[in-house]
């Protein structure tokens, strides 16, 4: 019977997504119906038709050709180091490179997320977030999750150099196979609140579909221990049919540990722990969450290349004016990197 369904729905669904597309290119925007036919496809096909589109995307927009790839990851321009990071990200879906913000950097931005009004995020059981801006207090938490503007973040100039980041830039286009945008910027803290993993909070296991394919760049800016809500990953689940069809019949949903654990093998559902200043580079078209916080708390920043701005929808947030120099000539450089900002 699912068979006979999805012969029926797969050319519905890549119909309304050519629709879409055409509307995309020439509004800047994209259909909701388009959008979650993409999601459907992703989990009909396994993800053979994000991979279809991915490439389709790099023949029209190739990579750049970018004068430096050195920045806070190493040298990420063409040679060994990319290599081995890239076929780990191909493989395995992840790649941690430990300590690679400087700690003046880390302590900066520390005092940013301390001093900067934030919002309380939704949590399960209806309880709302908090409608005004106000201030994480360290040990006294309301919530389970923080969330800041991402206005508020471009006006950082520390976060503005990382956009800028020629490794982050270099590696970014290489796994995608085509231009990047930096479309998606969010930090935020986790906490102890409550008891239990909320589905709000992003702690229960799911996967990503906002782009037809993107790299996310997770920045631990607290230590994290076993304890304080280590990042979550099921290795390989990012790749074609890397996610059983068991579970993406299911569609886009938050998935309990019991459902990923009996399909995967437990040296794949990893946690990645690790100390302040660490990068994480992941494509979470694989299964991840960000694990309940047991104890003390956890500050993350996210910085997002995805290979296309169509799909899922995101309230605009610009540049302002007093850009730190990094990132003035790096959008002179490559201003469509940064359009979604423009």
């Not at 180091?81 to 913000?101: I, M, N, T």
């Not at 609140?193 to 993107?214: C, I, L, N, T, V």
């Amino acid at each position: 019977m699912y068979g006979f369904k999805r012969l029926i729905l797969i050319p519905m669904c890549v119909l309304r997504l050519l629709a879409g597309w055409t509307v995309y290119l020439v509004s800047g925007r994209t259909p909701a119906f388009a959008y979650q036919s993409m999601v459907m496809l992703f989990c009909m096909t396994g993800g053979r038709s994000n991979d279809v589109l991915s490439r389709l995307i790099g023949v029209f927009k190739p990579p750049y050709r970018l004068a430096d790839g050195r920045g806070v990851l190493g040298d990420m321009g063409p040679g060994e180091r990319r290599d081995a990071v890239l076929s780990q990200l191909r493989s395995r879906g992840y790649y941690v490179f430990e300590r690679c913000l400087p700690p003046d950097m880390c302590a900066r931005l520390m005092q940013f997320a301390l001093t900067q009004p934030c919002k309380m995020r939704r949590m399960d059981g209806g309880k709302p977030g908090s409608v005004v801006k106000e201030l994480y207090s360290r040990g006294a938490p309301e919530a389970i999750r923080y969330d800041f503007d991402a206005q508020d973040l471009l006006g950082n100039h520390d976060i503005q150099k990382l956009l800028a980041d020629p490794s982050f830039l270099a590696l970014a286009q290489e796994y995608l196979g085509a231009r990047p945008f930096a479309d998606v910027l969010n930090m935020w803290w986790h906490t102890s609140f409550a008891h239990g993993p909320d589905s709000e909070a992003g702690q229960f296991f799911h996967f990503d579909m906002d782009r037809p394919k993107w790299l996310k760049i997770f920045i631990y800016l607290t230590d994290v221990t076993p304890e304080s809500g280590p990042h979550a990953f099921v290795a390989g689940s990012q790749r074609t049919d890397g996610i059983p069809q068991s579970l993406l019949r299911k569609g886009y949903v938050r998935l309990s540990d019991d459902e990923v654990s009996s399909r995967f093998e437990p040296s794949d559902i990893l946690e990645l722990t690790a100390p302040c200043g660490s990068i994480i580079v992941e494509d979470t078209r694989g299964l991840h969450k960000g694990k309940h916080v047991e104890r003390g708390d956890r500050l993350m920043l996210q910085i997002q290349f995805s290979n296309s701005l169509f799909g899922g929808f995101y309230a605009k947030s610009r540049l302002g004016a007093g850009l730190c120099v990094e990132l003035q000539q790096r959008v002179e450089q490559y201003r469509g990197v940064y359009s979604a900002y423009l």
